[in-house]
């Protein structure tokens, strides 16, 4: 006769083993969440920016990969078919918005070279930043956050390789081609979100500069600016008043330029896909996005998490787009090839 405790044993276990989930009904909450993964950067445009959310996740937009792994282990652990196959969704979304950028688009050519550099105002050694940008062979040497002690002492290092250069507030432009026609832009005070501020907020109109330089194939205009920084604050989330401020600004500017040929030279304090440049993104272009190789991070210079540095460009072909090394500052510089049209 059979051992009554192993009958008792076995029916236990056959009871268990119906009543445990099929592969496709496990995980229900791991499948939920891999599938608000793929729709989260397909839909950031309609994320409410409240308290700033909706900027804070475009200028994250890349890392939410990072979360397919870790969701794709925890669905081989649970066993789960239902989340391993909702994870596809994330994977192709990703794949589809990012993965363009992974691999080289750069190519020969390129009759003027720019880099842009956001030396940072705590810079212990202005001199050396100086003379590591100038063996950049940048043509044209766009440098923001200058302090008045820290000015001349670029001034006095770069004018060797750079005869002409202007020098506007906290931003500057060093060229080996004539300039002329430089004027400040304000993009500290501009437009209905700044005249909410009281008198006394009214900030300097020395951030940015406009000026045009003398090529051989014509003149063309050259923008360098430095936008308002962004705070993660405790009563206002992610603040991006002053930095919206100076988008709108440069926007407004570029969009009534009459040169064809345009560069932007600029620390955005956010990133290309940030939805305060959706209407600058309709009339530039970035030469990371174009012709470079990889997500090109500038920020910060440690460890780069965020190209907030940028050079934008129209009626020019982008021909290459890098990194330089690290300098005394908190930001990477940024340099790019370009041709004439």
């Known amino acids: 006769m059979r051992n009554p405790r192993a009958w008792r044993t076995g029916l236990h276990r056959a009871l268990l083993a119906r009543s445990r989930p099929e592969p496709w009904k496990r995980g229900p909450v791991l499948t939920a969440l891999a599938l608000l993964l793929g729709l989260l950067p ?7 920016d409240f308290a700033g959310l909706g900027s804070l996740v ?13 969701l794709l282990a925890a669905a081989l652990w649970r066993r789960s078919l239902a989340a391993g196959a909702a994870l596809l969704l994330p ?9 363009g950028l992974l691999h080289d688009k750069s190519h020969p050519g390129g009759d003027l070279t720019v880099a842009a550099h956001n030396v940072g105002a705590a810079n212990p050694d202005p001199a050396g930043t100086a003379r590591a940008l100038a063996s950049s062979g940048a043509d044209l040497l766009a440098l923001e956050e200058l302090t008045p002690r820290a000015a001349p002492l670029y001034e006095r290092a770069l004018s060797k390789t750079y005869p002409h250069h202007a020098v506007r507030g906290t931003v ?13 832009i304000d993009i500290m005070n501009y437009g209905p979100l700044a005249a909410t501020r009281p008198t006394a907020a009214t900030l300097p109109e020395n951030r940015a500069l406009h000026t045009t330089v003398t090529t051989p194939d ?15 604050l405790p009563r206002n989330g992610f603040w991006t008043d002053s930095r919206n401020i100076g988008a709108a600004a440069l926007t407004q500017a570029i969009t009534t330029e009459r040169n064809p040929r345009v560069l932007l030279l600029a620390d955005l304090n956010g990133t290309w896909d940030d ?9 530039l272009h970035s030469t990371q996005t174009t012709s470079g190789n990889g997500f090109g991070f500038t920020w910060p ?7 907030i540095d940028q050079i934008l460009y129209r009626g020019l072909n982008a021909d290459r787009s890098w990194t330089l090394p690290e300098t005394g500052s908190d930001h990477l510089p940024v340099a790019a090839a370009l041709s004439w049209l």
């Not at 475009?58 to 870790?70: D, S």
């Not at 210079?301 to 190209?307: G, H, I, N, Q, V």
């Open 275 to 283: 939805r305060a440049f959706t209407d600058l993104r309709a009339h």
């Open 172 to 184: 500057g432009l060093w060229s080996k081609l004539p300039l002329a026609d430089t004027r400040t």
């Open 301 to 307: 210079a440690t460890f780069p998490m965020a190209r």
């Open 58 to 70: 475009e200028n994250v937009l890349p890392w939410f990969g990072l979360f397919v792994p870790v």
């Open 91 to 99: 994977a192709v979304v990703w794949t589809t918005l990012f993965g």
């Open 218 to 232: 014509g003149p063309l205009a050259v923008y360098v600016a430095h936008l308002g920084s962004v705070r993660l």
């Open 42 to 48: 397909l839909l950031h445009a309609t994320i409410p």
